[in-house]
């Protein structure tokens, strides 16, 4: 069997197999994990309690053109609770997902997991990445799309819960609620 008759679907990313596309992904979550944590300890959000971790979400389904690594869904799930109104809790999940071999999309997609893009803003919820940006090491470039990318996500999921804490005092039966 040649090269020529390896279905490009199956083969993999920028000479990269499947294997290394999802060790790729899995530094690229470490990336966002990292600058999520650094972004959270900053004085600016000590009203919230935000935590950060990687969660295997398995039955996330990928956007076209993009797979599930084999040992799961590439996800950081974020959580950022009030520390005055305990009721008010909000989170939201972030995933990596890895491009199929042929399909005609960036190698790797990070995804705000059940946020349509916004109107105007259509790569607000959005990352893409391409294997020379995070393979071997990732570039200083990706580092501040990643930071922005961050940073737009906290401040969002952050003003989500100030409407929730605000919900919370006008009516005080509201159970706040979980998002993500």
Request: one cysteine or more; a negative charge.
């Amino acid at each position: 069997m040649s090269s020529d008759d390896v279905d490009p679907l199956l083969a993999g990313r920028g000479g990269l197999s499947y294997a290394e596309l999802d060790d790729c992904a899995r530094r690229l979550r470490g990336l966002l994990v990292a600058t999520a944590e650094r972004q959270i300890g900053r004085p600016l959000l000590h009203e919230f309690e935000i935590g950060v971790d990687t969660d295997g979400a398995l039955q996330l389904s990928p956007p076209d053109g993009y797979r599930r690594p084999a040992a799961g869904a590439v996800t950081v799930r974020v959580v950022v609770q009030s520390r005055t109104s305990t009721a008010a809790r909000l989170g939201l999940r972030v995933t990596v997902w890895p491009a199929l071999g042929g399909a005609d999309v960036v190698d790797l997609l990070v995804v705000r997991e059940g946020v349509e893009s916004m109107e105007g803003s259509p790569e607000g919820h959005r990352l893409e990445v391409r294997i020379d940006e995070i393979h071997p090491e990732p570039t200083e470039a990706l580092q501040r799309r990643v930071n922005d990318f961050v940073a737009r996500q906290v401040a969002l999921v952050v003003s989500d819960l100030n409407i929730a804490m605000q919900r919370r005092l006008s009516n005080p039966d509201w159970d706040g609620g979980e998002l993500g």
